[in-house]
């Protein structure tokens, strides 16, 4: 199988759905001629045309009614918007029309809408506070959405397509830092379901779980803990609405502990949200406080220096779980 980038396979989802669907098209800022901003939709224009890769005005609001009056008229809207943060100027729209809109309705209409935004930091230059947040807390919050973050090319591309067939509102991140990653990938289309985790690393003391490039991190810290014989489960969720409960579940009860990893800020984010659930299910199994590891509750720095300050890293995992297995059972 041939190995091809993080990027290149969005690419490469986004393509079969075009040519799979004449429903299917895609919209958001200079995604045409240029290829959007980071080059994902490079190529597209010159196959489909502009009836299928539409350039769009800057206001994501409109673009996100837009997207909606176009799905409920039978279409199958992707629309890319440029930076996860920019996202928050149709909130109003995805959180409140697209969202509700098939349970206001009784299920006579469907909102098929898969929203694409790029998030994170840690990418190959500071991008800033308006650039670089970690927002997918604020979708997993709001029933009617399901929120999809992958973590590797393989699982980007299955993932997205999946989202392209879903007739529901889609979020699929994208961390900007993972667009370079390069990983086995099928050339024919496959979809891989909708809420069903990976076990990345099979391990029986310490489950890790933790998404996006915040997987990657979890896996580099396992590796070095190995080397001093801690087995470390690492579980990448993929999806983070629905959520696969029961692969983490399955795992604490194995391994009796847990450490769950964000990028965002600490307050309120998805692993308060995994955690008070592991309390909830797992109580009986487990043999240390369940730990968390977050961003900075702080706008992101531009300075690289502040910046590599504001998120957890592979030590600061390694660490954690030292800290964990050292506690009294």
């Not at 350039?55 to 890319?80: F, K, Q, W, Y």
């Not at 391994?255 to 965002?264: G, K, N, P, Y």
């Not at 220096?305 to 957890?312: G, R």
């Amino acid at each position: 199988m041939r190995e091809i980038t993080y990027l290149q396979a969005i690419n490469e989802a986004l393509r079969d759905g075009l040519r799979d669907d004449p429903r299917v098209f895609l919209m958001g800022e200079d995604i045409g001629q240029h290829g959007g901003a980071f080059g994902v939709t490079r190529g597209l224009w010159e196959e489909f045309g502009d009836e299928r890769v539409r350039d769009t005005p800057i206001s994501e609001n409109t673009l996100a009614g837009a997207a909606l009056g176009a799905a409920l008229t039978g279409m199958r809207p992707v629309l890319e918007i440029m930076f996860a943060d920019f996202s928050l100027l149709a909130l109003d729209q995805i959180l409140n029309e697209w969202a509700k809109v098939r349970y206001m309705y009784g299920g006579q209409c469907t909102a098929p809408i898969v929203l694409r935004c790029p998030q994170g930091g840690l990418s190959w230059k500071s991008a800033g506070a308006h650039h670089s947040q970690s927002l997918e807390t604020l979708f997993v919050h709001i029933p009617g959405l399901k929120v999809v973050f992958p973590s590797t090319p393989y699982d980007a591309k299955g993932l997205l397509t999946a989202a392209i067939q879903d007739d529901n509102p889609v979020i699929f991140l994208e961390h900007k830092a993972l667009y370079a990653d390069r990983g086995a990938v099928p050339e024919t289309p496959y979809s891989l379901p909708l809420g069903q985790a990976d076990v990345r690393r099979a391990g029986d003391a310490v489950t890790v779980v933790a998404a996006g490039k915040m997987c990657h991190f979890a896996l580099e810290a396992a590796e070095i803990l190995a080397g001093e014989g801690i087995s470390v489960e690492v579980i990448d969720p993929r999806t983070l609405k629905p959520l696969d409960e029961e692969t983490i579940f399955a795992s604490v009860r194995k391994t009796h502990r847990a450490v769950l990893v964000q990028e965002a800020p600490r307050v309120c984010g998805v692993a308060a949200e995994w955690g008070m659930r592991i309390m909830e299910a797992c109580f009986d199994w487990l043999d240390a406080p369940i730990m968390r590891l977050a961003g900075a509750d702080v706008p992101i720095p531009y300075a690289n220096s502040l910046e590599a300050e504001v998120w957890p890293h592979p030590v600061d995992i390694v660490d954690t779980v030292r800290r964990m297995m050292a506690l009294e059972v």
